[in-house]
């Protein structure tokens, strides 16, 4: 099992950035992919970015268009999701997946999620 705590969530104006953190523990050598979903209210949850953990591979949500950068440090167990010009219909709660495989990845664990707010 893999546990996951994201941070870094909170209060921004359109337009801003806001970096969230995703700390892996547990049986992290069996992470294949990483990956950023989100769920704003009354809607699905959506896949927003995902990354190789051991080779690094990224991709996207159509909806990102560049906005958004994921990366990763394997030595600290950390994945990033960089979020820059941020909009209004980006608020949501933002949540922190791992999966076993990759590039198929079937997202078993996940973490508790982090809000992010954009203003007008």
């Known amino acids: 099992q893999v546990q996951l705590v994201e941070s870094g969530g909170g209060l921004v104006q359109a337009g801003g950035s806001l970096s969230l953190s995703c700390a892996a523990s547990g049986r992290t050598f069996s992470i294949g992919t990483m990956g950023w979903f989100r769920q704003a209210p009354g809607k699905d949850r959506e896949f927003v970015a995902g990354?190789?953990?051991?080779?690094?591979?990224?991709y996207y949500g159509d909806f990102v268009k560049g906005r958004f950068t994921i990366s990763r440090d394997n030595a600290k167990n950390t994945m990033i999701l960089q979020m820059n010009n941020l909009k209004p219909e980006d608020t949501a709660v933002y949540y922190c997946a791992a999966a076993t495989g990759w590039p198929k990845a079937d997202f078993s664990s996940w973490g508790q999620g982090t809000q992010v707010t954009v203003s007008p």
């Open positions: 990354i190789a953990w051991s080779g690094g591979e990224t």
